[in-house]
């Protein structure tokens, strides 16, 4: 699955900061449930 996150802590105003990162697909176990996000937004002004 496609994610975005960091691999060292630091700035975010780093161009590194964040980068793009494919994840295998977590499969829920005991009385955990698996969510499928369909949208997410984010308003530019924050």
């Given at each position: 699955?496609?994610?975005?996150?960091?691999?060292?802590?630091?700035?975010?105003?780093?161009?590194d900061?964040?980068?793009?990162?494919?994840?295998d697909k977590p499969?829920?176990?005991?009385?955990d449930?698996?969510?499928k996000v369909?949208a997410?937004?984010?308003?530019p002004?924050?």
């Amino acid at each position: 699955m496609k994610a975005i996150g960091y691999k060292q802590a630091g700035a975010l105003d780093r161009a590194d900061s964040l980068v793009d990162i494919e994840l295998d697909k977590p499969a829920p176990t005991g009385r955990d449930i698996l969510v499928k996000v369909e949208a997410v937004s984010a308003n530019p002004v924050d």
